[in-house]
C-alpha cells in the first residue's frame, strides 16, 4: 500500500539543541515501511521571517514557553530530500509570520502543489493520505487526498481546542477527512463533543521500542530497597511539565522524614533549565538531585531499570511513550491526571495518577508509596510491565493502520 504522511512535526537530522521534536510519526513511518508498505513523509514544520532568528535565544524562549511550544531553529527553514528506513522523506517549511499565527490561504495552495509536484516527479499514488497535528495537516490531507481519489485519515496531538477548530476551520475540514484519531481516550471525547461528531474518533496510541519489549523486565523484584528510593524524571524543562513542582514534593518527602539517601535523576533540557538550576540549588534536598541533561535513548532506559519511581505530571500531555518505556523497567509510574496516559493507568493497580503540577497530591502519593510493602510495590510494578508489554512499536503501528483502513472502508461520516 502507498501511505501519505503529512506532518508538522518530525524528527531531522539536523535537530539540534533541546528542543527537539517528538520521533512519535517518525516510529509509525518505520514499521510501516517494515510492513511492506512504501512511505512517503511531507515534513511541513513553520518558518518566519529571518528577523525572528537573531532575536536572542531568552526572549524567544520565554515566549515560546508562554504559549507552550518549540523554538525552531535556522536550520528548519532549509528544504531536505533524504531517506529514512526506507521512506521517502521531504521537508517543505511554511511561512508564518509569528508563533501562534495561521498560514495564509496562498501558502495553503502553494503547499499542495509542492506536494502533488513532487509525488508526481516520484510517480507516487497514494492510497492513504495520513495527516498528524491539526495544522497545516488536516487542511492539506483533506486537499491532497480529494485530488488523488485517496483515503485519508488526521490524528490531533491535543492540538483540536475551540479556539483551533474556529481558527483552522477544523469543523469543516473534518467532514472531507475519512477517519479522525485522537492520542487518548480522553481526548477522543473532548473531540467528539467539540466537533459534533457522531461517534468517537479512534485511538493512536504510541508504542515503546520493540527491543525494549524483548529486553522488559519479566518479574519485578526491584522494590526491596529499604535504603531509600530512587526518583526519576525525563522530559522537558517547559512550564506545562512541572519539573519544578516534582522537585518540590521530592525536597519535602525527604525533608519531613529526614531522608539523606534517597535521590532525584532529572533528565531532559529547554528553556527552564537556568530556573530549573537555581530551583535545585535552594531545595533542602539539593545533594540529592542530579541533573543530567539530555540522554541517549538506551542510557535512559538504563536509569529507568535502576530507579523506582517515575514522575511526570504535565499539563496537555498528548500520550507519553516515556511512561511504557518507565513501566517496562518496572518504575512505580506516577501519570498526569485527565492526561492522555489517564484510562491506561489504574490508580493504585497498575501505576498513579496525579493533577497536573499539584504539589500537595504528589507528595501525597510519594508518602503513600513509601508505607507500602515490598510486595505490593512489586506487583503495581509487575502490573505495569505486564500492560506496557501490549504497545510494541510495531503492535500499535499495526493497530493504527487497520484503524484507519477500516474507518476509511466503511465510508460512514463522524
Known sequence: MNLLVITQMYSQPDDMGDNKPTKTVNYFVKEWVAAGHKVVVMHCPSKFPFLYYVIPKRIKEKYANRISTMVPSARSRKKLNYMECGAKVYRYPMLKLYPGAGYSKFSMKRQMRRIIWELQKQEFHPDLVIGHFANPSAELVARVAWYYHAGSS?????????????????????????????????????I?????????????????????????????????????????YVGSFIKRKHLDKVIDAFSQFCKVANDRKSTLDIIGGGPEKEEIDRLVKRSWARGQITLLGRRERAEVLQYMRKSHIFTLISDGETYGMVYMEAMLQGCLVIASKGGGFDGMIQDGVNGFLCKPGDTEMLLEIYNRIALMTAKEKNQIGQNGVNMAMNYSEKEVAERYLNEVIKENTAGSPY
Open 154 to 190: 488526521i490524528v490531533f496531538h491535543q492540538d483540536c481546542s475551540k479556539k483551533n477548530i474556529q481558527k483552522y476551520h477544523l469543523d469543516r475540514l473534518v467532514k472531507k477527512i475519512g477517519a479522525i484519531g485522537a492520542r487518548s481516550e480522553l481526548e477522543a471525547k473532548v
Open 192 to 232: 467528539k463533543r467539540d466537533l459534533n461528531l457522531s461517534k468517537l474518533p479512534f485511538l493512536c496510541r504510541s508504542g515503546v521500542p520493540n527491543d525494549a519489549v524483548e529486553t522488559a523486565v519479566r518479574l519485578v523484584e526491584k522494590h526491596c530497597n529499604t535504603d531509600g528510593f530512587r526518583f526519576l
